[in-house]
């Protein structure tokens, strides 16, 4: 069954979205490029995350109403995050298509944006745009190597109230548990806001579901968002970059009031930052806080307020952050073999390239099938059968021997041969060897896995670790290729 507003609801166009662009983009016209808005079948999204594999969870969140956040990768290898709902959280299709197409009409380089969304049967998933670099919650709050630094932390409020500014004048006025980990930061650190806190996570859900502590004054009287609530948690967001801590807002407006700041900031930052800069965000964040919905700013005072604070526009923001650039982190949707491979398990991959045989090249017009039977064809046989059973054996220096002879019979070469004879050189301690073997199986099938795990192996013995984990990158982009046809 296919998705319900295929059939009734309007998916807008690439038009429409040009049109909302050019009246509502960011500074300079420059709206981030991604897929337009589309229907997804429950077998694409299934086939993206391997089956919902667990080992691709990125996070679990909801209580009445529990979700869960995979990482995926599409047909086109483009990395995607996927949302399922459970299924008792949007009853109804047509609702939860409605809200997702609303935000799915939003493009902006500072937002998280929602590519896709699926009804089919019970299932509710929203697809969007996959960001590599974690969350401001663990930048912020759980460094590991290096805190973030303070012009980062003022980026990070600028960047967040200029999509807060534009969803608010394309009428996406109210955003739903607004915190830390709602910040996201793309390949190249830059920080963006996730289009999932567009939508509640069900129906009749909580629009927060944080400590009470950090939840507006207004939703704990009447249970509702206002606009003026999502700024209300922008200032919770601004204390936590100030201070690198979860401060409660009553608590930081007590210290605030008591004109001691420097209370508040972030110790870690070790006074690397101007006094004047940190007081103004204070004060934009006192200005947020305000228990009166009315008293808060709005999205456009925000901008005006932390836009001159930013000293460092042409540091980029990856290496503000110490991060390396483009540096993506692939879904492990890696085969058994692509597993051994990283592991550097040679008894498994051995094991393996012997259980596969030669039915990679299943339908390839090779030697052995095509030509006539003459003597060349016998010689080529025997050679086989005997360069087999060495390999089966772990008789690799036979193997080798075996293998190059019938790489010099054959007039068609076998990717499944160079493969074998790659891998005993290896076993030989000949990586240079079993590059150049690896190298030559992936000219006989460009999109071969296996070719690129074995050049991954190889160049590890090389010690070229770098080359050796983007080789396993690429074999990992292939294997959802090849995953649906094989199983290994």
């Known amino acids: 069954m296919g998705c319900f507003y295929s059939r009734s609801i309007h998916l807008p166009s690439p038009d429409d979205l040009s049109k909302l662009h050019s009246e509502n983009g960011d500074e300079g016209g420059q709206v981030q490029q991604a897929p337009a808005f589309k229907e997804y079948s429950l077998s694409e999204l299934r086939k993206a995350t391997n089956g919902f594999c667990t080992d691709l969870i990125v996070s679990e969140s909801g209580e009445k109403a529990p979700n869960v956040v995979y990482r995926g990768i599409l047909d086109n290898n483009h990395l995607v995050a996927v949302k399922r709902f459970s299924k008792l959280a949007w009853p109804d299709a047509q609702q939860f298509v409605v809200e997702a197409v609303g935000v799915g009409k939003l493009r902006h380089r500072r937002l998280v944006n929602l590519i896709g969304c699926c009804t089919e049967g019970d299932e509710r998933l929203l697809v969007a745009e996959y960001m590599p670099n974690d969350t401001l919650s663990k930048h912020l709050f759980h460094w590991d190597k290096q805190p973030l630094a303070w012009e980062m932390r003022v980026r990070?409020?600028?960047?967040?109230?200029?999509?807060?500014?534009?969803?608010?004048?394309?009428?996406?006025?109210?955003?739903?548990?607004?915190?830390?980990?709602?910040?996201?930061?793309?390949?190249?650190?830059?920080?963006?806001l996730s289009s999932f806190g567009l939508m509640k996570n069900s129906r009749d859900g909580k629009s927060y579901s944080t400590n009470l502590a950090?939840?507006?004054?207004?939703?704990?009287?009447?249970?509702?968002?206002?606009?003026?609530?999502v700024i209300y948690s922008y200032g919770t967001v601004l204390l936590g970059l100030l201070s690198g801590k979860h401060i409660p807002p009553s608590r930081a407006l007590d210290i605030i009031r008591g004109n001691n700041?420097?209370?508040?900031?972030?110790?870690?930052?070790?006074?690397?930052?101007?006094?004047?800069?940190?007081?103004?965000?204070?004060?934009?964040?006192?200005?947020?806080?305000?228990?009166?919905?009315?008293?808060?700013?709005?999205?456009?005072?925000?901008?005006?307020?932390?836009?001159?604070?930013?000293?460092?526009?042409?540091?980029?923001?990856?290496?503000l952050m110490g991060l390396s650039k483009g540096t993506v982190t692939l879904p492990t949707i890696l085969s058994p073999?692509?597993?051994?491979?990283?592991?550097?398990?040679?008894?498994?991959?051995?094991?393996?390239?012997?259980?596969?045989?030669?039915?990679d090249e299943e339908g390839a017009e090779n030697e052995l099938s095509f030509q006539e039977w003459t003597q060349q064809v016998q010689d080529i046989l025997n050679t086989k059968k005997f360069g087999d059973i060495a390999f089966r054996d772990s008789d690799f220096k036979n193997a080798i021997e075996y293998y190059s002879k019938l790489v010099n019979l054959m007039s068609i070469p076998s990717a499944t041969v160079f493969a074998r004879r790659a891998f005993s050189c290896l076993m030989s301690g000949q990586a240079e060897l079993a590059l150049r073997d690896a190298m030559q199986a992936q000219v006989c099938i460009p999109e071969w896995p296996t070719a690129f795990y074995l050049q991954a192996l190889a160049l590890s013995k090389l010690g070229m670790e770098t080359d050796a984990k983007d080789m396993l990158n690429d074999g990992a982009v292939l294997e959802v290729k090849w995953q649906s046809r094989y199983k290994f």
């Open 156 to 192: 990070v409020a600028h960047y967040i109230a200029q999509a807060l500014d534009y969803c608010n004048t394309a009428n996406q006025k109210i955003y739903h548990d607004f915190n830390a980990y709602r910040i996201l930061f793309d390949e190249d650190g830059d920080p963006c």
């Open 214 to 229: 950090y939840t507006p004054p207004e939703f704990l009287r009447t249970g509702r968002v206002i606009p003026e609530s």
């Open 261 to 319: 700041v420097l209370m508040l900031m972030d110790s870690s930052l070790e006074g690397q930052y101007a006094s004047n800069d940190a007081t103004n965000l204070v004060e934009l964040a006192s200005k947020c806080l305000q228990s009166e919905a009315r008293d808060r700013p709005d999205p456009k005072f925000l901008l005006a307020a932390v836009a001159p604070l930013q000293k460092q526009k042409e540091v980029a923001s990856y290496i």
């Open 337 to 359: 073999l692509g597993k051994a491979c990283a592991r550097m398990d040679l008894t498994a991959v051995h094991d393996i390239l012997l259980k596969t045989g030669y039915r």
